[in-house]
């Protein structure tokens, strides 16, 4: 893709003697993007969207991007010279640099931060970072140049650098482009990659010696080897070998040792006679298998109509959304879209909400397009972040599947955006900034190379549905599940009819347990839903009603039975488990409610034949740790799987036949004007995890107001009706989609600060939008990691100008507030279109 260099408005080019300059982007939250001059030795390898190495204050250094070169010399001071350019091909292209651009603009950060979220690590060398020897790598530095040299060996020495050593060593102040070379030959690695919590998979693949790689000497090892020849287990192994690699290419070892069934010994033996070879190497997670289109399968007729009408929509406008029950089969009508839009080509972003249900799909997309398809999510090392960011790049990868940050990748040639489970919160980006949800951005980056882009959900955010309804995206229809399956009966059971002890919530109702004992009788899979880990959320001490809370924050501690810890959900803190009253020295504490680890408990001691596992934050950790739990219950290797939301969210088994809702009070009881919405989209997408395949699919949900109108619709399957009276209310209260909202969190350690902190600055706003503001108030939990918490919600109306001014009145209202001395410590946090 060919970018532009200059503004040339005036004629300039680089050839005149009139001197050029750069605005430069650097991982910081700047206020703007300062200026550099470029010296003339690097005039001819500067270009927009290269990496450059410039001095920021006294010695600090970063690698920064190229965003726009000019000839406007600053007027008020003399911009320092960039000290080096990194690269000579720029690593983003002028689409990603407007996409950062409109994101530091709408969500009020600066495009440093942008910058910060969007790299991997290794493009974002500054002057603190260490690097760090790649012990893999081995001892043979003959590749390297003489710097490169230097530098990799006293790393093998100390094993880690600072950038200040390195430049000791090299004795200049240039080591940018040194390290870089370093990173990209896989000597070294950033310090941050080395956070991940997985080490890289490694496969032994086994070889054979080369100077038996022509017929001759192979026939005469075959043949004339007496050594050989007495040892028969050897020599079986041996032909098993040189058979496999006929038929496969390369053997591993487990392979090996296993389609043979011979022994370790046996293997170590022709390797010590130097007939055979061992050779560790590092596997990617993804296998590139050959790029090929297999589509083996035909839409019905419902899903003809719907991916028509989805086209249709497509001509006239940029966005379409496809509104479709559960398991009515959105994904193959997304298989055809791919289709097409690669066989022009072009590349394909498909975004999840979560990394849990990425390995389901890959699988299937992968059967389709083998090697067109990538995967890019926040479990990978920065390493194979490089790797897939390059293939994107150079535009080798066709197909990208990934969370919110793959909207980041450099793409050449974007045709198609699909966003499956567009309602999903967690596309939203809570901390640090930019707080940008995935799904918007991804629509305005399809609209910078004017592509299309697919919205899917059996439950429609209330704003996207609103927007398709108003006409502004196209809509497609999709109400009839795949192979004319029905949607499960959904049965409400009154817990108030249960009577239990200490008035604690019950977990297992006996009508469900029965209804478990007869799935399981047949054979057939259950998913319970809490949406709440641990052991127990909470204990109160019997005698004095006293709740164990954390100390850094506003909130109860949650046990945790399998770590024998109370830990606090908000800052990560854990204390060791109390049995003593702190306040009356009682030693009776009631638990209340229930947590997933809790009810894993109780199913094993009621189901004990029955296999049951976890699904949730704290058992599923490392980049893998999904996918094999989703293998096993596909596998059918574990009959009940209790779980949070990841268990929800799109993921498709066949041999499911119940699924059970434990505490529906719990997501009807928040004080939050999206409540029901929430609470109906959850409980619709886990109930559309039951009779997927087979008739016989039920759902049930226990609560102790079974009145409750959010029920009525989730037991009728009635999105729309849902929608029609939460419209009704958001307009009549002015909520989104009728307002925009920003939502601004005021920050400090004392309380009397950011009071009067949040007062003072909404009391300046209060003039000009009065009308729109809400508070500033405390929030529920009104200290979280030491600090006091203020809020203030202005909702706007939808309107561009107003909503452009109020974002400007803001940060400078900010900047104001930051000027006094008394308020100068507190933290604003403005977070716009808040979740």
């Excluded at 790598?137 to 100390?158: Q, R």
């Excluded at 500033?776 to 561009?800: C, F, T």
Aim: proline share 4%; with cysteine.
């Amino acid at each position: 893709m060919e970018l532009t260099n200059i503004d040339n408005e005036k004629g300039h080019s680089v050839q005149e003697a009139k001197a050029l300059f750069a605005e430069i982007i650097i991982p910081l939250a700047l206020p703007k993007n300062y200026t550099w001059a470029i010296p003339e030795r690097l005039i001819d390898s500067v270009h927009v969207g290269c990496r450059v190495e410039v001095n920021l204050g006294k010695n600090k250094k970063y690698a920064g991007i190229v965003k726009r070169l000019h000839h406007d010399k600053p007027e008020l001071f003399d911009p320092k010279e960039v000290l080096n350019v990194l690269d000579v091909d720029p690593v983003i292209y002028e689409q990603q640099l407007q996409l950062w651009e409109w994101m530091a603009s709408y969500y009020m950060c600066s495009e440093g931060e942008v910058m910060a979220a969007a790299l991997p690590s290794h493009f974002k060398l500054s002057s603190e970072t260490v690097v760090v020897f790649n012990e893999e790598f081995g001892e043979d530095l003959s590749s390297l140049d003489h710097d490169e040299y230097l530098v990799a060996d006293a790393l093998s020495l100390k094993k880690e650098l600072k950038i200040s050593e390195i430049q000791q060593i090299l004795d200049s102040s240039h080591v940018y482009p040194v390290i870089n070379q370093l990173i990209n030959k896989r000597v070294c690695f950033v310090w941050e990659s080395l956070k991940q919590t997985y080490s890289p998979k490694k496969e032994t693949y086994v070889l054979l010696n080369p100077q038996y790689n022509n017929d001759e000497s192979l026939s005469a090892l075959l043949n004339e080897d007496k050594k050989l020849q007495r040892a028969e287990k050897q020599m079986e192994l041996l032909l098993s070998y040189l058979h496999f690699m006929k038929t496969t290419g390369e053997v591993t070892r487990s392979e090996l040792l296993k389609k043979s069934g011979a022994s370790d010994a046996q293997l170590k033996g022709l390797v010590d006679k130097n007939i055979l070879r061992i050779e560790k190497r590092n596997i990617e997670r993804l296998h590139y298998l050959p790029r090929d289109i297999q589509i083996d399968f035909e839409l019905t007729e419902a899903q003809k109509k719907a991916f028509e009408e989805i086209k249709s929509s497509l001509q006239s406008r940029q966005v379409c959304l496809l509104y479709g029950v559960t398991s009515s089969g959105k994904t193959q009508i997304y298989i055809k879209l791919i289709e097409e839009v690669i066989r022009t080509g072009k590349q394909v972003l498909y975004m999840l909400p979560e990394i849990a249900l990425t390995s389901q799909i890959i699988r299937r997309l992968q059967k389709h397009f083998g090697g067109y398809i990538g995967i890019y999510h926040s479990k990978f090392s920065q390493n194979e972040r490089v790797e897939i960011w390059n293939k994107v790049r150079s535009g080798e990868m066709k197909v990208v599947l990934g969370a919110r940050s793959s909207v980041f990748l450099p793409y050449s040639d974007l045709g198609l955006v699909i966003c499956d489970e567009e309602h999903d919160t967690s596309f939203k980006q809570q901390d640090p900034a930019p707080r940008y949800n995935g799904r918007d951005a991804a629509i305005y980056l399809s609209s910078l190379f004017g592509a299309k882009a697919v919205l899917g959900s059996a439950t429609p955010a209330l704003e996207s549905y609103h927007n398709a309804l108003a006409g502004k995206y196209g809509l497609a229809e999709l109400m009839q599940r795949y192979g004319d399956m029905q949607l499960p009966p959904i049965e409400i059971i009154d817990t108030k009819k249960f009577p239990h002890h200490d008035k604690a919530k019950l977990m297992l109702t006996p009508k469900l347990v029965e209804e478990m004992k007869e799935v399981i009788a047949r054979e057939r899979q259950v998913i319970l839903f809490q949406n709440r880990r641990g052991y127990t959320p909470y204990q109160v001490c019997a005698v004095c009603g006293w709740i164990p809370r954390c100390k850094n924050c506003d909130v109860s501690l949650t046990y945790h039975k399998q770590k024998n810890k109370l830990v606090c959900h908000y800052c990560g803190a854990t204390y060791p488990p109390l049995h003593t009253c702190l306040v009356c020295g009682s030693h009776k504490f009631i638990e209340r409610n229930f947590g997933t680890e809790r009810i894993e408990e109780q199913l094993k001691e009621i189901f004990s034949e029955a296999k049951v596992a976890r699904m949730d934050v704290d058992s599923v950790r490392g980049k893998n740790a999904h996918d094999v739990l989703i293998r096993q219950f596909e596998q059918r290797r574990i009959d009940i799987l209790v779980g949070t939301q990841m268990v929800v969210k799109g993921l498709d088994f066949d041999h499911v036949d119940l699924v059970g809702i434990l505490d529906a009070d719990g997501l009807l009881h928040f004080a939050d004007f999206r409540v029901n919405e929430r609470a109906f989209q959850l409980m619709e997408q886990v109930s559309g995890r039951a009779g997927r395949k087979t008739p016989g699919g039920k759902v049930l949900i226990q609560t102790s107001n079974p009145s409750h109108p959010v029920l009525k619709y989730v037991q009728e399957h009635d999105y729309k009706k849902m929608c029609a009276e939460e419209l009704e209310s958001r307009k009549q209260f002015f909520y989104p989609p009728f307002s925009r909202i920003i939502h601004i969190t005021f920050k400090h350690k004392l309380k009397d600060i950011v009071e009067r902190a949040a007062v003072h600055f909404s009391d300046s706003l209060k003039n000009k939008y009065g009308q729109y503001l809400v508070g500033p108030a405390e929030p529920v939990i009104n200290r979280i990691r030491g600090q006091y918490l203020m809020e203030l919600l202005v909702k706007l109306p939808r309107d561009s100008r107003t909503i452009a001014q109020c974002k400007k009145d803001l940060m400078e209202q900010t900047a104001i507030l930051h000027s006094e001395k008394s308020f100068r410590s507190v933290t604003v946090i403005p977070d716009v279109d808040a979740m």
